[in-house]
């Protein structure tokens, strides 16, 4: 079993900064080949943000492409979302997902506020 709590949300003024981290638990971060951000604004679906596997690639969605940067510290078994330029729109719970083995493990989220 994989558990992911999610941390570093907040409110912020539109073109401001946060940083979310994800720490996993209960397995090797090893054993873990992608882990991912999404997000999910209310009254809409549950979308990708960014994702990054094991050897490092990474894969973002349009609409944060340029402004949000994902990575993981295998050492500290987590992955950061570092995001940049936030706008309104960026408003949503975030959602931290790691994938081991072909399951998908998520943890209960962070709620990133924009202000305008």
């Known amino acids: 079993q994989v558990q992911l709590v999610e941390s570093g949300g907040g409110l912020v003024q539109a073109g401001g900064s946060l940083r979310l981290s994800c720490a996993a638990s209960?397995?090797?971060?090893?054993?873990?080949?992608?882990m991912g951000w999404y997000r999910q604004a209310p009254g809409k679906q549950r979308e990708l943000v960014a994702t990054?596997?094991?050897?490092?690639?990474?894969n973002y969605a349009d609409s944060v492409n340029g402004r949000f940067t994902i990575s993981r510290d295998n050492g500290e078994k987590t992955a950061y979302l570092h995001m940049n330029s936030l706008k309104p729109e960026d408003t949503a719970v975030y959602y931290c997902?790691?994938?081991?083995?072909?399951?998908?493990?998520w943890g209960k989220g962070t709620l990133v506020t924009v202000s305008s």
């Open positions: 997902k790691a994938t081991r083995w072909g399951i998908d493990y």
């Open positions: 209960g397995t090797s971060i090893f054993m873990i080949n992608t």
């Open positions: 990054i596997t094991r050897d490092g690639s990474r």
